[in-house]
C-alpha cells in the first residue's frame, strides 16, 4: 500500500500565498509522476500541475507564473507554491502520484485533499 497525506491548506487573502505539501509512505519502491489537482465546488476536478522524477513540469493555464510545483524525491513529498492567490483559486487540492511497490505493482494514489480559501 501507498498513502498520500497532504498538508498547508487554510484561508488567505487574495494576493497571498500558501505552500501545500504532499507526503507519500508505504511499501515505496519509486513514485515516477506526481501531480496536484483541484475541485471547486459544483465543478470537475481539474489538473494543476505535474512533475515528473526527472523535474519536467506542467501548469495548467489558468496558475501558470503564479504556482510552481516541485518534489523532494529522498522524501517522497511534492509541494505546490502558490502565490497570488485569488478568490477562482478557491477549491480542495488533491494530491496524486503514479506509484511503483516493492513488490513492483503499478499504482494510482490520491490523497485526502486539503482546502484552500482565498478571501477578496
Known amino acids: 500500500q501507498v498513502h498520500l497525506v497532504e498538508s498547508g491548506g487554510g484561508l488567505v487573502q487574495a494576493g497571498g500565498s500558501l505552500r501545500l505539501s504532499c507526503e507519500a509512505s508505504?511499501?515505496?519502491?519509486?513514485?515516477?509522476?506526481m501531480r496536484w489537482y483541484r475541485q471547486a465546488l459544483g465543478r470537475q476536478r481539474e489538473l494543476v500541475a505535474v512533475?515528473?522524477?526527472?523535474?519536467?513540469?506542467n501548469y495548467a493555464d489558468s496558475v501558470k507564473g503564479r504556482f510552481t510545483i516541485s518534489r523532494d524525491n529522498a522524501k517522497n513529498t511534492v509541494y505546490l507554491q502558490m502565490n497570488s492567490l485569488k478568490p477562482e483559486d478557491i477549491a480542495v487540492y488533491y494530491c496524486?502520484?503514479?506509484?511503483?511497490?516493492?513488490?513492483?505493482?503499478?499504482?494510482?494514489?490520491w490523497g485526502q485533499g486539503t482546502l484552500v480559501t482565498v478571501s477578496s
Open positions: 512533475i515528473t522524477d526527472g523535474g519536467i513540469t
Open positions: 496524486n502520484a503514479d506509484a511503483s511497490t516493492v513488490v513492483r505493482r503499478l499504482l494510482e494514489v
Open positions: 508505504g511499501s515505496i519502491f519509486s513514485i515516477n509522476v
